[in-house]
């Protein structure tokens, strides 16, 4: 059953094996030979080679061992020893070093070198590597690796000699007694997928733990993480808003299987256990930072959101960016734990960075769109513009797009790339908005009867405290087919359009008065048919205005081409508004 189990286990690792945990690299150089006294020639271009059992490097060459061993293939698991041995004494030999690597062997195959040359920086030399000890009744013995070349073959790392010869007289000696002699037999004995049933028992229950654990780290931890949120920006944090229990647990959860790895006495067991343990903390660490950064941003939006629109614009592009690069981190970290070379992929990222810009294109001009949106601010959020045959509300400056709610509530995403050499009409930024109209009045309308209408409605906007005087003007501007066309130009002095529109109704019914007070009236675009004798213009009205500017003209105070500065001065600002009969009018009074 153990056989079985282990064969399952070196199946596993065999699998992980595409994500570079194989015992064999991804290529290795041979090393020249050893320089001789001859003068020095042109060294030959270094030979690529990869070795099909994985000898080329420390860690291939003792995972491919107990990956030998363990499926009792003697004559593969032979091939990784320095030794000449053979037949029965070979399988002996085999056995003991197995026994060795899986009972009172104190090493870590995880972090043993995957490199070709191994690793230099031990006491050792530079062909020879340390796989781990062994403590025996008469002291700690090395295990180790001798990096050898045989002929016009390439160097490959074995099992050196002079460990092999220890071999018998280490088993001899070695009394290793672990949790499995102190367990019923059933515990030790059956094995479920990789790992026997005590193991499985005990991660189970680590599971349940580490949860609880995390639970009170967490209450013991929030209080920092408020204490750091609040000199980093600024502003209090409720408790509510930091949800950091999550990634807290599974870091706590990637302990325990440190832990686990730590105390496991199988190099296949610490292998495996040691890369799940590194990726779950480098998944809670993303995690951790992701929600640390929500938290950060989502206050400092709170925060800037009653003084800027643009901060918060900006904010939400950079929350975004930084958490894609937290992701990309994260994943590149996962990769180098898996064995993959990442100073070689972001070298290829490099050679391929063309493509990639140009398969991106639309992407990244969506982009860098987003960013010259947010830093030159023709929009923000909460702006009501109009781009292209679009108009609506400002919603959300995103890396692609930016979203706007429509008149009709529907959203509408225009990418940003677009958007940014797209003619953008900002309403929100007007300082007062245009009052512009056009009048046509009835061709039977008198001349003094329009010099009335025209003064009196240039007086109606000199008055008006809503309407700049200085820009206020009426002016006749044509014969048309079937009316006198009148011009209205001027500004309220509203930036709200709600506001303007109360306005722009209180000049157009004054409008109207006026035009009615003088006897005449409003043209009709069509043409009309008269079955019985017209009554006419009123005429009591029409001398009334025909008298007011006969007045005007005998008392030189004709208000054309318009009123004196006296006279403007006089009655600017003096219009009664809101109506005196307003129902505004009368509740300002109570």
Same mark, same amino acid.
């Given at each position: 059953m153990v056989k079985i189990s282990m064969a399952v286990v070196i199946f596993l690792v065999s699998c992980l094996g595409a994500t570079g945990w194989t015992a064999q690299p991804p290529r290795v150089s041979i090393e020249t030979k050893e320089k001789t006294q001859r003068p020095a020639e042109p060294e030959a271009a270094p030979v690529v080679y990869n070795d099909p059992l994985g000898r080329s490097t420390p860690q291939g060459t003792v995972l491919g061992f107990i990956k030998a061993a363990a499926q009792e293939d003697y004559e593969q698991a032979l091939r990784y020893l320095d030794t000449r041995t053979t037949g029965t004494a070979a399988q002996k030999l085999i056995a003991g070093l197995q026994a060795i690597l899986e009972g009172g062997f104190s090493g870590n195959l995880a972090v043993l070198s995957n490199k070709p040359e191994g690793s230099l920086d031990d006491d050792l030399l530079p062909t020879v590597e340390r796989v781990g000890t062994v403590k025996t009744a008469s002291g700690s013995i090395d295990i180790l690796l001798e990096?050898?070349?045989?002929? &016009? !073959?390439p160097p490959i790392w074995l099992f050196s000699a002079a460990t092999l010869t220890r071999v018998p007289g280490i088993q001899r000696e070695l009394d290793v007694r672990s949790l499995d002699d102190y367990l019923p037999r059933f515990l030790v004995s059956t094995w479920f997928l990789w790992f026997p049933l005590w193991q499985w028992i005990l991660f189970l229950l680590l599971v349940p733990l580490s949860y609880a654990l995390a639970a009170v780290a967490t209450r013991l931890f929030t209080p920092l993480v408020l204490l750091a949120l609040r000199r980093v920006a600024r502003v209090r944090a409720d408790q509510h808003v930091v949800k950091l229990t999550g990634p807290v647990r599974i870091l706590m959860f990637a302990l325990a299987i440190w832990v686990i790895s730590l105390y496991s006495r199988s190099l296949l067991g610490s292998l495996f256990w040691t890369y799940v343990a590194s990726t779950l903390t480098v998944i809670g660490a993303t995690w951790f930072c992701l929600r640390v950064m929500d938290i950060v941003f989502k206050l400092k939006q709170r925060q800037f959101s009653f003084t800027s629109s643009t901060k918060v614009s900006l904010l939400q592009l950079l929350e975004k960016l930084c958490k894609v690069l937290a992701v990309i981190a994260g994943a590149l970290v996962i990769l180098y734990l898996a064995g993959i070379n990442i100073a070689a992929a972001i070298t290829g990222l490099g050679i391929g960075g063309i493509a990639i810009a140009f398969a991106a294109q639309k992407t990244l001009e969506n982009l860098f769109g987003g960013v010259m949106i947010i830093s030159d601010r023709p929009i923000r959020v909460g702006d009501f513009c109009r781009a292209g045959d679009t108009m609506g509300t400002v919603e959300n400056i995103g890396l692609r797009s930016t979203r706007i709610r429509t008149l009709k509530r529907t959203v =509408? *995403? @225009? +990418?940003?790339?677009?958007? #940014?050499v797209?003619?953008? !009409?900002?309403? #929100? =930024?007007?300082? &007062?908005?245009?009052? $512009? $109209?056009?009048?046509?009045?009835?061709? !039977? %309308? %008198?001349?003094?009867?329009?010099?009335? =209408?025209?003064? !009196?409605?240039?007086?109606?906007?000199?008055?008006? +405290?809503? @309407?700049? *005087? %200085? *820009? #206020?003007? @009426?002016?006749?501007?044509?014969? #048309? *087919?079937?009316s006198l066309n009148l011009e209205v130009f001027a500004y309220i002095l509203e930036r709200e359009y709600e506001p303007f529109l109360q306005v722009q109704e209180d000049l157009l019914l004054r409008i109207m008065d006026i035009v009615e007070g003088s006897g005449s009236g409003f043209a009709f675009p069509s043409q009309t048919t008269y079955l019985a004798s017209d009554a006419g213009l009123d005429a009591a009205k029409s001398r009334e205005a025909v008298d007011t500017v006969r007045q005007w003209r005998e008392q030189g105070r004709l208000p054309f081409p318009d009123f004196s500065p006296e006279t403007i001065a006089e009655i600017e600002n003096k219009t009664e508004y809101p109506p005196p009969e307003s129902a505004l009018r009368n509740k300002r009074k109570e």
């Amino acid at each position: 059953m153990v056989k079985i189990s282990m064969a399952v286990v070196i199946f596993l690792v065999s699998c992980l094996g595409a994500t570079g945990w194989t015992a064999q690299p991804p290529r290795v150089s041979i090393e020249t030979k050893e320089k001789t006294q001859r003068p020095a020639e042109p060294e030959a271009a270094p030979v690529v080679y990869n070795d099909p059992l994985g000898r080329s490097t420390p860690q291939g060459t003792v995972l491919g061992f107990i990956k030998a061993a363990a499926q009792e293939d003697y004559e593969q698991a032979l091939r990784y020893l320095d030794t000449r041995t053979t037949g029965t004494a070979a399988q002996k030999l085999i056995a003991g070093l197995q026994a060795i690597l899986e009972g009172g062997f104190s090493g870590n195959l995880a972090v043993l070198s995957n490199k070709p040359e191994g690793s230099l920086d031990d006491d050792l030399l530079p062909t020879v590597e340390r796989v781990g000890t062994v403590k025996t009744a008469s002291g700690s013995i090395d295990i180790l690796l001798e990096r050898l070349q045989r002929g &016009k !073959e390439p160097p490959i790392w074995l099992f050196s000699a002079a460990t092999l010869t220890r071999v018998p007289g280490i088993q001899r000696e070695l009394d290793v007694r672990s949790l499995d002699d102190y367990l019923p037999r059933f515990l030790v004995s059956t094995w479920f997928l990789w790992f026997p049933l005590w193991q499985w028992i005990l991660f189970l229950l680590l599971v349940p733990l580490s949860y609880a654990l995390a639970a009170v780290a967490t209450r013991l931890f929030t209080p920092l993480v408020l204490l750091a949120l609040r000199r980093v920006a600024r502003v209090r944090a409720d408790q509510h808003v930091v949800k950091l229990t999550g990634p807290v647990r599974i870091l706590m959860f990637a302990l325990a299987i440190w832990v686990i790895s730590l105390y496991s006495r199988s190099l296949l067991g610490s292998l495996f256990w040691t890369y799940v343990a590194s990726t779950l903390t480098v998944i809670g660490a993303t995690w951790f930072c992701l929600r640390v950064m929500d938290i950060v941003f989502k206050l400092k939006q709170r925060q800037f959101s009653f003084t800027s629109s643009t901060k918060v614009s900006l904010l939400q592009l950079l929350e975004k960016l930084c958490k894609v690069l937290a992701v990309i981190a994260g994943a590149l970290v996962i990769l180098y734990l898996a064995g993959i070379n990442i100073a070689a992929a972001i070298t290829g990222l490099g050679i391929g960075g063309i493509a990639i810009a140009f398969a991106a294109q639309k992407t990244l001009e969506n982009l860098f769109g987003g960013v010259m949106i947010i830093s030159d601010r023709p929009i923000r959020v909460g702006d009501f513009c109009r781009a292209g045959d679009t108009m609506g509300t400002v919603e959300n400056i995103g890396l692609r797009s930016t979203r706007i709610r429509t008149l009709k509530r529907t959203v =509408v *995403s @225009v +990418p940003n790339g677009q958007l #940014a050499v797209m003619n953008l !009409e900002n309403f #929100a =930024v007007r300082d &007062k908005i245009w009052f $512009h $109209h056009h009048l046509s009045l009835r061709y !039977e %309308t %008198t001349a003094d009867q329009l010099r009335y =209408v025209l003064a !009196e409605i240039r007086k109606m906007l000199y008055g008006h +405290p809503k @309407v700049e *005087s %200085t *820009s #206020a003007r @009426v002016r006749f501007i044509g014969f #048309a *087919s079937s009316s006198l066309n009148l011009e209205v130009f001027a500004y309220i002095l509203e930036r709200e359009y709600e506001p303007f529109l109360q306005v722009q109704e209180d000049l157009l019914l004054r409008i109207m008065d006026i035009v009615e007070g003088s006897g005449s009236g409003f043209a009709f675009p069509s043409q009309t048919t008269y079955l019985a004798s017209d009554a006419g213009l009123d005429a009591a009205k029409s001398r009334e205005a025909v008298d007011t500017v006969r007045q005007w003209r005998e008392q030189g105070r004709l208000p054309f081409p318009d009123f004196s500065p006296e006279t403007i001065a006089e009655i600017e600002n003096k219009t009664e508004y809101p109506p005196p009969e307003s129902a505004l009018r009368n509740k300002r009074k109570e």
